[in-house]
């Protein structure tokens, strides 16, 4: 009967036999985790597809990015306040919309004469 601890030599190399909590669980030494043989092994040595408990995916973005883009966030609320605010006051112009382009009258078309076309190119 092996107990918790002993060196063994598993299906993906050297090993050691887990040791047992009161539940039902297998207990590895710190840097080692359980393969889906049941023997502990070293993180390095084995695939996450290999695991007893594959590890589950790395989040999209990690928690300082998440807090720094809540951060950005709450400044541009803060200054779109502090805008509307002097706005109210009067201290602050509010801004000048601008025509898009191409919304403008039409061209005017003028009238040329074929004389005046020949004239043009005689230079």
Do not use: F
Request: proline share 6%; glycine share 12%.
């Amino acid at each position: 009967m092996l107990s918790g601890g002993e060196a063994v030599m598993g299906r993906y190399g050297a090993a050691m036999v887990p040791g047992s909590k009161m539940i039902d669980r297998a207990v590895c030494l710190p840097g080692m985790v359980v393969a889906n043989d049941g023997l502990c092994y070293n993180k390095s040595q084995i695939k996450n597809a290999d695991r007893e408990w594959p590890r589950g995916r790395r989040p999209l973005l990690t928690g300082g990015e998440m807090r720094a883009i809540s951060v950005a966030h709450r400044a541009a609320s803060k200054l779109e306040k502090t805008q509307k605010r002097l706005m109210a006051m009067g201290m602050l112009k509010k801004p000048a919309s601008r025509r898009a382009p191409g919304r403008s009258s039409a061209p005017r078309v003028t009238s040329v004469s074929d004389d005046s076309i020949l004239r043009i190119g005689k230079g």
